[in-house]
């Protein structure tokens, strides 16, 4: 596993693994990206979400009868603002 440590020092980065060495050298203008490869862990347990149909400002909401959360044209923002059922 990568971490990171940020000391008082600036321009300093230090990954734990021996593969990944980063030095940046001060005076040097430099940008660094750091990123792991591979799943972000487990979708929650009976979370299934479906945002294919997704637009702007859609709102996501519950369809039971699909048993998935969406976000769709079906509830947006202005749904619910202009005389929205609550």
Not at 18 to 34: K, M, P, S
Not at 39 to 59: E, M, R, T
Request: a negative charge; glycine letters at 10%.
């Amino acid at each position: 596993m990568n971490s990171i440590q940020i000391t008082e020092t600036k321009n300093t980065v230090s990954v734990s693994e021996t593969t990944n060495t980063v030095t940046i050298t001060e005076g040097v203008a430099a940008t660094v990206e750091l990123t792991t490869v591979g799943p972000q862990g487990p979708a929650p347990l009976g979370f299934i979400f479906d945002g294919s149909a997704k637009v702007n400002d859609s709102i996501v909401y519950y369809h039971s009868s699909s048993g998935t959360f969406k976000a769709d044209a079906t509830t947006t923002k202005l749904s619910l603002v202009n005389g929205g059922n609550f």
